[in-house]
């Protein structure tokens, strides 16, 4: 379960988004790159990439997985979207390019991720790496659990 009123906002509001950002860099949200990315918007809970395969070949029956990989490497790429590395799976962005750190509730019952930022976390995880002398790129971590909507 998520915690959005009207989820057709939601979905409205990352293809509006994606639409931007592509314009101001200047690269194109192709057709099929835009209904991926409703695809994986069709709710707050994490996608796998042959699941979507299959609703994209019920659209186009010709799609193919290199079809599917290439939408979500750009859709990944541009911040649009989050490939959850634990769950080879994917989510939607919800502030697109907004910030590089993050982390990622995931219900084991409902599906549901929710993302969250903590300056705290990030300031652990920048000194922890400083100490290893370590250059940190990005920060993303997936921990795994149970919602409130599913504990109640
Ligand atoms: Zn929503
Ligand atoms: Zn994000
Ligand atoms: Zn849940």
Not at 28 to 52: E, F, G, M
Not at 79 to 100: D, R, T
Not at 121 to 147: A, D, M, P, R, Y
Request: net charge neutral; aromatic share 6%; with cysteine.
């Amino acid at each position: 379960m998520s915690n959005c009123k009207t989820h057709k906002t939601c979905i409205n509001e990352a293809l509006k988004k994606a639409e931007t950002i592509c314009n101001e860099k200047g690269v194109k949200l192709t057709k099929l790159r835009q209904t991926v990315l409703k695809l994986i918007w069709k709710s707050h809970n994490y996608v796998k990439a042959y699941d979507l395969l299959d609703e994209l070949k019920k659209i186009d029956d010709s799609a193919k997985p290199p079809t599917i990989y290439r939408s979500l490497d750009f859709l990944i790429e541009n911040g649009f979207i989050h490939k959850i590395q634990s769950l080879n799976a994917y989510v939607g962005c919800s502030h697109p390019q907004e910030h590089k750190e993050c982390y990622f509730l995931i219900c084991d019952s409902c599906q549901n991720i929710e993302e969250c930022c903590s300056e705290q976390i990030n300031k652990v995880v920048i000194s922890t790496t400083g100490k290893n002398h370590f250059e940190l790129n990005q920060v993303t971590l997936e921990i795994s659990g149970t919602c409130q909507d599913c504990t109640n």
